[in-house]
């Protein structure tokens, strides 16, 4: 089955940035979505399309994309910005797949 | 503001059908353009894609979890919601639903979720 590679953990220092790749074969053809997860909340869209950001979605938050490997960065670290992110995509017969997800820790 | 709340039993017995509904305030199902999805997420683990329903009806299931899965809408009550057959303890876990913006994610609100413990 189809799967997104997320590195586990990505520490940074405040105001420093963070950034936090998805690997996958499909990327290339299929769009990648971002979350934020914080502890006992759901998720919240943070990207879509790559490198869309959402209204209410801090200009801290970008994403990007090159061949098979899509990338979240976190310019200007905050405190607030610790969790669990997960990168999402679909396999070419549009199944819905999650990264293993990547926490954030600001040192 | 687009509300969407889980409910239903969060205790179930092996072998049973797991049950959850899912009510979505503040705009229609059956407006469509919305993929109204269910997704998982097993303790201390990471986020697992059920499957979608579309207001007509139509539906896409995760092809692992496929034979167990029917996902229904209630356009009527503006809920839908999930039946998840044969459970065992690894089905134990927390229970989100979600408005997919695209037939392939891009899931822009989601429930508060609800842990659903499978155990005798």
């Known amino acids: 089955s189809y799967e997104l590679t997320q590195p586990p953990s990505v520490s940074v220092s405040p105001g420093q940035t963070a950034r936090i790749t998805c690997s996958g074969d499909?990327?290339?053809?299929?769009?990648a979505y971002w979350y934020q997860q914080k502890p006992g909340q759901a998720p919240v869209l943070v990207i879509y399309?790559?490198?869309e950001r959402p209204s209410g979605i801090p200009e801290r938050f970008s994403g990007s994309s090159s061949g098979t490997t899509v990338t979240l960065t976190i310019s200007g670290v905050q405190a607030e910005d610790e969790a669990d992110y997960y990168c999402?995509?679909?396999?070419?017969?549009?199944?819905?797949?999650f990264g293993g997800g990547t926490k954030l820790t600001v040192l | 503001q687009v509300q969407l709340q889980e409910s239903g039993p969060g205790l179930v017995k092996p072998s049973q059908t797991l049950s959850l509904t899912c009510t979505v305030s503040?705009?229609?199902?059956?407006?469509?353009?919305?993929?109204w999805s269910w997704i998982r997420q097993h303790p201390g683990k990471g986020l697992e894609w059920i499957g979608y329903?579309?207001?007509?009806?139509?539906?896409y299931y995760n092809p692992s979890l496929k034979s167990r899965v029917t996902i229904s809408v209630d356009t009527s009550k503006n809920q839908f919601s999930l039946k998840l057959s044969s459970v065992t303890a690894a089905d134990t876990a927390v229970y989100y639903c979600?408005?997919?913006?695209?037939?392939?994610?891009?899931?822009?609100?989601w429930g508060q979720g609800t842990l659903v413990t499978v155990s005798s």
């Open positions: 329903i579309y207001y007509s009806g139509s539906t």
């Open positions: 979600a408005r997919g913006a695209d037939q392939v994610g891009q899931f822009d609100y």
């Open positions: 503040g705009g229609s199902i059956s407006s469509g353009g919305y993929y």
């Open positions: 999402q995509s679909a396999d070419s017969s549009g199944t819905v797949v």
């Open positions: 499909a990327l290339p053809k299929q769009y």
């Open positions: 399309k790559d490198s």
